[in-house]
């Protein structure tokens, strides 16, 4: 169950990265039904086959090269949502056993809602608030496959007790971390959805001011905005956009500093190899994802750093996950045989 976890975890991120993936390329309507394309199962190339979608959908033209990334994007995500319920299924029917099945069963029913809002976003076409909770969906999706793969599979650091004291200390704001970070990917995929990551082309200022002039933070966080209108491209005004942008950057700064800040602290309280490496994996994530996001705006959005910068966003996720986990201060656990199912269940309640 350990094995597949972590199989679904991995895949959870790439499923993230084609998301990000078809929404840069424009293909977030590159089928106009759902869950198949045009009426098929795959997105259809032949002359008939065409033919017979272009009757179906008249408003919404066979394009081939954008029908790919969004059916693509919907294998994976099928996929991923076997994988988990499959998990949820062995969980039940091993719950005597001391597996976890609560969390997986729960993880199942969210991968149901999550599907739910891949359909809205296709049918309501691109309205922003289904994409940006769809997104953050996924982002959600893919921390509790993470904190399940840990029950399963990670050691938990035994904390030497001198420093538990200072450690304990530091967990409420490494938390804390974790809620800005999620804000931060929150704040991340409302840029995405309304199109928000070109309305600032120039570093370290925007349209040439460190505070733009032209910015409607009303505009551009107007959760009212209404069905109908296709948002492929955005419906917001410049000034709305530029508000969204310089959100995101000023979220940006203040995760960098409160980050920066805790992990000097962490590293200073702990000797412990293991809390020590999982410091350092949260530092470089953070350092590979402020890199990335200078780049986007540096080179104007290319593709491949795009994508990269919403890979990176779950990275930094995963890393405070798993830094949370080591600070648990629970003592190792020791390996045990799947024949002895009382050690197991002491083990994974644990």
């Excluded at 259809?44 to 994007?73: C, L």
């Excluded at 990917?185 to 032209?214: F, H, K, S």
């Excluded at 920066?260 to 962490?266: F, G, K, N, S």
Aim: aromatic share 8%; hydrophobic share 55%; with cysteine.
């Amino acid at each position: 169950m350990g094995r597949w976890a972590l199989v679904a975890t991995l895949l959870a991120v790439v499923v993230v990265m084609l998301g990000a993936w078809t929404r840069l390329v424009h293909a977030g309507l590159g089928c106009p039904d759902w869950p198949g394309c045009y009426g098929f199962l795959t997105v259809p190339q032949s002359e008939a086959t065409i033919a017979i979608a272009n009757a179906r959908f008249p408003e919404s033209p066979v394009d081939v090269a954008k029908g790919w990334p969004e059916m693509i994007h919907r294998y994976a995500a099928g996929t991923l949502g076997l994988i988990v319920f499959g998990l949820a299924g062995y969980g039940v029917r091993h719950r005597r056993r001391g597996l976890p099945w609560k969390l997986p069963l729960f993880i199942a029913g969210f991968i149901v809602l999550q599907a739910a809002f891949g359909m809205w976003t296709v049918t309501l076409k691109l309205w922003p608030q289904v994409v940006a909770l769809h997104l953050l969906g996924g982002f959600t999706t893919l921390g509790l496959l993470a904190l399940l793969t840990l029950r399963l599979r990670a050691r938990r650091t035994a904390l030497p007790e001198p420093e538990r004291p200072a450690l304990a200390r530091l967990r409420p704001w490494l938390f804390g971390a974790l809620a800005l970070v999620v804000i931060q990917i929150a704040l991340g995929t409302w840029t995405a959805a309304n199109y928000a990551a070109v309305a600032c082309t120039e570093l370290p200022t925007c349209q040439g001011q460190w505070w733009p002039d032209a910015m409607d933070f009303r505009h551009g966080f107007d959760v009212t905005q209404h069905v109908g209108p296709n948002y492929l491209g955005g419906q917001l005004n410049a000034d709305g956009r530029v508000a969204i942008h310089v959100s995101h950057r000023l979220g940006a700064m203040i995760v960098l500093g409160y980050l920066a800040v805790l992990l000097a602290a962490l590293w200073r309280a702990s000797r412990q190899p293991e809390v020590r490496r999982a410091t350092l994996l949260v530092a470089l994530a953070l350092g590979i994802q402020l890199c990335l996001g200078l780049a986007n705006v540096a080179f104007s959005i290319p593709l491949a750093i795009a994508v990269a910068h919403n890979a990176m966003g779950a990275g930094l996720l995963l890393t405070i996950i798993h830094l949370a986990w080591r600070l648990h201060g629970v003592p190792v656990r020791q390996a045990v045989s799947l024949s002895r199912p009382s050690t197991l269940n002491q083990e994974v309640t644990a």
